[in-house]
């Protein structure tokens, strides 16, 4: 069984302070996505990460997939009360049919 | 607005009951998926189709049935429900095979 670890569950901060949430597995994945995910919403795609080692920037965020596909972190610069929300990582990959599973997230609140 | 329109946005019932949630995809999309959100399981798999036909099954109980018509409007029916169905349920769609996903606002169902 496939399973995507993220950690921490939970991160308070004060605003302007940088972050990195981590997303850790045993199996490899053809593809990795971050997702934001506010209250009442579903889930929103920010970022797509397909090769091992890849780097990708969006503004403040810093996207890297591990080398072995097995892992990805989330890095947020200078960390705005905007940014609050559940960070969810998903792993792709053919097990019977094309799957994508979801860890279970990392809550953040930055503080004003 | 991620073009997915999922009905109705929250439904209250009691045990035993059976009840259909509706999805709209985004205007081309061909796969849809479902996925169960609840506090201590996170964001669970359920099953998914492409342009009507079954492609992925997930944790989906035997008391649950999806189907996609030819239109590609989805519904997903539970069945003899109990309190612990009570959860978000999410559709999502991508144009293929689900390396970019994108929500629905979701279904809140609470069944009493």
């Known amino acids: 069984t496939q399973l995507l670890e993220q950690s921490p569950q939970f991160l308070s901060i004060q605003e302007g302070e940088n972050l990195t949430v981590y997303c850790n597995s045993s199996?490899?994945?053809?593809?990795l996505q971050w997702y934001r995910q506010e209250p009442g919403e579903g889930p929103v795609l920010l970022v797509t990460?397909?090769?091992?080692?890849e780097v990708k920037k969006l503004k403040r965020l810093t996207f890297q997939f591990g080398d072995a596909r097995k892992d990805s972190s989330l890095h947020i610069t200078a960390a705005q009360p905007g940014d609050t929300g559940l960070y969810l990582c998903?792993?792709?990959?053919?097990?019977?049919?094309?799957?994508?599973?979801f860890g279970a997230g990392t809550r953040l609140f930055v503080k004003a | 607005d991620s073009g997915v329109t999922q009905t109705p946005k929250h439904l209250i019932t009691a045990t035993g009951q059976r009840v259909t949630l509706r999805c709209s995809p985004r205007?081309?999309?061909?796969?849809v998926y479902w996925y169960q959100q609840s506090l201590d399981q996170g964001l669970q798999f359920l099953i998914q189709?492409?342009?009507?036909?079954?492609?992925a099954k997930g944790n989906i109980l035997e008391r649950f049935s999806a189907q996609q018509f030819p239109d590609l409007h989805s519904e997903l029916n539970l069945s003899s429900l109990e309190l612990g169905d009570s959860a978000l349920y999410f559709c999502?769609?991508?144009?293929?095979?689900?390396?970019?996903?994108?929500f629905g606002s979701g279904t809140q169902l609470s069944v009493l």
């Open positions: 999502a769609s991508s144009p293929g095979t689900g390396e970019k996903l994108f």
């Open positions: 189709y492409y342009n009507g036909e079954e492609r």
């Open positions: 990460v397909v090769t091992g080692g």
């Open positions: 199996s490899v994945f053809s593809s």
């Open positions: 205007s081309g999309d061909l796969s």
């Open positions: 998903a792993g792709g990959g053919w097990t019977g049919g094309f799957k994508t599973i």
